[in-house]
């Protein structure tokens, strides 16, 4: 299994004058999950190079044993350092795709072309494009069979309106999540805010907030995992 994760390169909260990122845990826990199930797992971004990590991802409060055995483990932290260029990304090298969030790529990905090559390439080979939280944001330019928009009348979750106004940023970002899915015509569900939920629509994973990252990893890696069952 060769997985691509796509992480932000936006640090700058809009005009909050705070920095945000990546939320680390979201990539910490799918992380783990690929690796622990032998996968080959490649980190790109948009500028390339040390994406911005959200600094309340690095709070002592927001760590958990995925966090801790990342900042521990000196390949992790070496390819996080150095992540490729989305823009040299070939999608046909890859079996899946998934974006961890945080609020950075409500800025960047959610307008990047080559993520938007990236998700429709492996959509339309039938390979797991996955998403968390924020992360759904890099689908909202991604059309599908048709030119319509790939979300269009599939089960879809991200991170919630009211999560968003419980943190205080509704005002801040560019789009809130769960409207976005919606206006697009995607079939938006939610948990109770801050509780794991993950969607699987065909070969479309989307998790609603850190909570569910692990469990859409999980979900990806049941998909990739089923052919060869079969076999």
């Keep these: 299994m060769n997985i691509l994760m796509v992480l932000t390169s936006h640090g700058q909260l809009g005009n909050?004058?705070?920095?945000?990122?990546?939320w680390l845990e979201e990539l910490a826990a799918p992380y783990?999950?690929?690796?622990d199930a032998k996968a080959e797992v490649t980190l790109a971004?948009?500028?390339?190079g040390k994406p911005p990590v959200d600094p309340n991802s690095e709070a002592p409060g927001s760590q958990t044993d995925a966090t801790r055995r990342f900042l521990a483990d000196g390949e992790a932290m070496q390819a996080l350092a150095r992540t490729h260029k989305l823009a040299d990304i070939d999608p046909e090298s890859f079996d899946a795709v998934f974006y961890?969030?945080?609020h950075g790529p409500l800025w960047d990905l959610a307008g990047d072309d080559a993520s938007r090559h990236v998700i429709e390439a492996?959509?339309?080979?039938?390979?797991?494009?996955?998403?968390?939280?924020?992360?759904?944001?890099?689908l909202r330019e991604a059309r599908?069979?048709?030119?319509?928009?790939?979300v269009r009348g599939k089960a879809v979750t991200g991170f919630a309106d009211s999560e968003e106004r419980a943190a205080g940023l509704a005002d801040a970002v560019p789009f809130l999540v769960e409207d976005m899915l919606k206006e697009a015509g995607g079939l938006?569900?939610?948990a109770a805010d801050w509780k794991a939920h993950v969607v699987?629509?065909?070969n479309l994973i989307t998790g609603q907030n850190p909570a569910s990252s692990a469990g859409a990893a999980k979900a990806v890696v049941q998909q990739l995992r089923r052919p060869a069952q079969a076999a």
Excluded: I
């Design 16 to 22: 909050t004058g705070k920095t945000t990122g990546l």
């Design 32 to 35: 783990y999950v690929f690796k």
């Design 45 to 48: 971004s948009p500028a390339g």
């Design 100 to 102: 961890p969030g945080g």
């Design 122 to 138: 492996l959509y339309a080979q039938g390979k797991p494009v996955a998403a968390v939280c924020h992360g759904v944001a890099a």
């Design 144 to 150: 599908g069979p048709f030119g319509l928009s790939l």
């Design 188 to 190: 938006y569900s939610k």
């Design 200 to 202: 699987t629509s065909g």
